[in-house]
T-cell receptor, first 115, second 113 residues
Framework: AQKITQTQPGMFVQEKEAVTLDCTYD???????LFWYKQPSSGEMIFLIY??????QNATEGRYSLNFQKARKSANLVISASQLGDSAMYFC????????????FGTGTSLTVIP | KAGVTQTPRYLIKTRGQQVTLSCSPI?????VSWYQQTPGQGLQFLFE???????NKGNFPGRFSGRQFSNSRSEMNVSTLELGDSALYLC????????????FGPGTRLLVL
């Protein structure tokens, strides 16, 4: 089974609108971390936001927030007030406590912001 | 702090050759991980080093190897290159537990002809 599933290969959003990128995960480990990364066309992976499995509140970092629904095993990324520079690939990733520092990545979602 | 650096940024090799890629982590980070990214397979974990020891290994053939030095710098080596090894190779260094966020370098684009 896939550890991380991103079901949206591509998404479009109007500039200044909010957009939600979906991510579901699969683990039986009670301790895990969830991450979102942005990859522009230049190739570098940029860390956006982190959510720990024991965190009670949803993580927020500026315009990024993570909608963490533990029972549903989902960790959706919400980008508010989209900007043209947000156009990129977005990857959801998970680290399980039992497997050390090995990250599992989803297949990514390509986001295009339309002016 | 300076970010993760990778050298070289671009590389062209021919089949059968070998290649060594280098990664310098963020100062203070002791864990370095390597990934291969291709359009068809996505991001695949190669291996992780922590304090000069391989701590995790992905499902890649033995042609792919790595090491870490005492200053946490890491190298990965690919021997007997195949056309399918053409990819973006990403290195990431991690903060300490519990979060262990991985911060990535710009990558090395390898083209095997």
């Amino acid at each position: 089974a896939q550890k991380i599933t991103q079901t949206q290969p591509g998404m479009f959003v109007q500039e200044k609108e909010a957009v939600t990128l979906d991510c579901t995960y699969d683990t039986s480990d009670p301790s895990y971390g969830l991450f979102w990364y942005k990859q522009p066309s230049s190739g570098e992976m940029i860390f956006l936001i982190y959510q720990g499995s024991y965190d009670q509140q949803n993580a927020t970092e500026g315009r990024y927030s993570l909608n963490f629904q533990k029972a549903r095993k989902s960790a959706n990324l919400v980008i508010s007030a989209s900007q043209l520079g947000d156009s990129a690939m977005y990857f959801c990733a998970m680290r399980e406590g039992s497997t050390g520092n090995q990250f599992y990545f989803g297949t990514g979602t390509s986001l295009t912001v339309i002016p | 702090k300076a970010g993760v650096t990778q050298t070289p940024r671009y590389l062209i090799k021919t089949r059968g050759q070998q290649v060594t890629l280098s990664c310098s982590p963020i100062s203070g980070h002791r864990s370095v991980s390597w990934y291969q990214q291709t359009p068809g397979q996505g991001l695949q974990f190669l291996f992780e080093y922590f304090s000069e020891t391989q701590r995790n290994k992905g499902n890649f053939p033995g042609r792919f190897s790595g090491r870490q030095f005492s200053n946490s710098r890491s190298e990965m080596n690919v021997s007997t290159l195949e056309l399918g090894d053409s990819a973006l190779y990403l290195c990431a260094s991690s903060t300490d537990p519990p979060q262990e966020t991985q911060y990535f370098g710009p990558g090395t684009r390898l083209l095997v002809l």
